[in-house]
């Protein structure tokens, strides 16, 4: 039975561009590489059915600081879906403090019919289970028929982004498809919403968070509610995310925020020489503390991460939306007590507020928003309590 609980949302065979990893392939264009601020993974490019993956991991110094277990999992799509798990590159790995690898996993790829890619998900956590996981990623392979002519070695002038970008692995476990076509594990999204009028402005939009996230498109409806709202403005977004992480990642001022430092990474980049009429912080993200039980430290680190950006922005008067996660596990006491939170600290700043994602998640109650129809309003909902913040700003 597929449990969501145990998995971040994948992003399956989507073109949007990916930042914070970069895939290249090699000089014979037979090798995938994908490298993350922690590791460098690489990956057989291409391969039949029947033909072996070979997995390769490397780690940057001091990334394994204690004992650790390395998993690599194996995730297939049919066509553009994912389908499911078929198992793990062998028996997980245990290293030990100051390994940096290479670790080496291969496994063949079995019959499936209509398979057309397989994801391989790398993992590390201390017991090697996905609950207690510090870092997670995944290499995408094509996969073609075990009759099938090899292909040409050329490069495409547009690569895709590998089908899985955000895989989460486990091997008794599947995960939902919620953000089929409009998401990347680490989507560092610049959408300028047009040239501003000689009147105009320019307003910065931050959003950041996990799956839900991950898997929310802004330039669907966020960007043009705004731009509706401010007729003549420049909007600029930048979106960074990241599946299945607890809000510590992006805390830099506790020593743990690799993506607190990634996001402020993209919004240098995207700001640079640029003036900002108003600066928002929207903020999609929580589920992992409530499932791993961290709810009574959310507040505090809830609060530090906004203040941490104000002053590293120089914006004090950065505006702040809260998606409160939904009521997919109400009644469940680390649950509650994260949404309760979030609606505390949104209602005690003036300059925050917060939407309610209840009605998002579906009629089966899903951890995550997963239609089409859903997403789009979780951006008209983010853009309509950002421009009321904004509005209020000014008065």
Same mark, same amino acid.
């Given at each position: ?8 949302? =994948? ?33 057989? !490019? ?12 490397? =780690? ?63 993992? &590390? ?26 292909? *040409?070695? !050329? ?29 990347? !594990? ?35 409806? =966020? ?6 709202? =401010? ?7 930048? !979106? ?58 959310? *507040?505090?680190?809830?609060?530090? &991460? ?48 917060? %939407? ?31 421009? *009321?913040? %904004? ?5």
């Amino acid at each position: 039975m597929w449990n969501p609980l145990k998995f971040a949302s =994948f992003a399956a065979m989507v073109l949007l561009m990916v930042s914070g990893s970069s895939r290249a392939a090699d000089a014979a264009g037979e090798v995938e590489t994908k490298t993350e601020p922690w590791a460098t993974i690489t990956a057989t !490019k291409d391969v039949k059915v029947g033909e072996e993956v070979t997995v390769t991991v490397t =780690f940057a110094k001091e990334i394994i600081t204690e004992p650790t277990m390395l998993t690599v999992d194996m995730h297939w799509w049919k066509g553009r879906e994912r389908a499911g798990v078929i198992g793990r590159f062998g028996q997980p790995k245990k290293l030990k403090p100051g390994d940096t690898g290479p670790f080496v996993f291969k496994k063949k790829v079995p019959v499936k019919d209509g398979i057309s890619a397989i994801a391989a998900a790398v993992t &590390l956590s201390p017991d090697g289970s996905w609950t207690k996981k510090t870092h997670t990623t995944s290499v995408g392979v094509r996969v073609r028929p075990a009759d099938s002519p090899a292909p *040409e070695n !050329k490069k495409e002038p547009n690569a895709k982004a590998d089908p899985a970008a955000d895989a989460a692995p486990k091997t008794d476990a599947a995960q939902t498809d919620a953000a089929k076509a409009d998401a990347t !594990k680490a989507d560092a999204t610049k959408t300028d919403g047009g040239g501003a009028s000689a009147t105009g402005v320019s307003r910065l939009f931050i959003l950041s968070g996990q799956s839900n996230m991950v898997g929310f498109n802004p330039g669907d409806t =966020f960007v043009p509610r705004l731009e509706q709202a =401010f007729p003549g403005d420049r909007i600029v977004v930048v !979106k960074d995310a990241e599946n299945g992480q607890a809000i510590n990642r992006w805390r830099h001022d506790l020593g743990k925020g690799d993506l607190y430092l990634r996001l402020m990474k993209r919004v240098n980049e995207t700001t640079a020489e640029q003036t900002f009429a108003s600066t928002t912080f929207v903020w999609m993200q929580g589920e992992s503390d409530a499932v791993a039980g961290k709810a009574s430290d959310y *507040e505090k680190r809830l609060g530090g &991460l906004i203040n941490q950006l104000r002053k590293d922005l120089k914006a004090p008067n950065m505006t702040v939306v809260i998606g409160r996660i939904s009521d997919y596990k109400n009644g469940e006491e680390q649950w509650d007590t994260v949404r309760a939170v979030q609606v505390k600290v949104a209602e005690a700043d003036r300059l925050a507020g917060w %939407i309610d994602t209840d009605d998002l998640n579906g009629d089966d109650n899903n951890l995550h928003y997963r239609d089409k129809s859903a997403r789009a309003e979780l951006g008209r909902r983010f853009a309509s309590k950002a421009a *009321e913040l %904004i509005r209020k700003t000014r008065e």
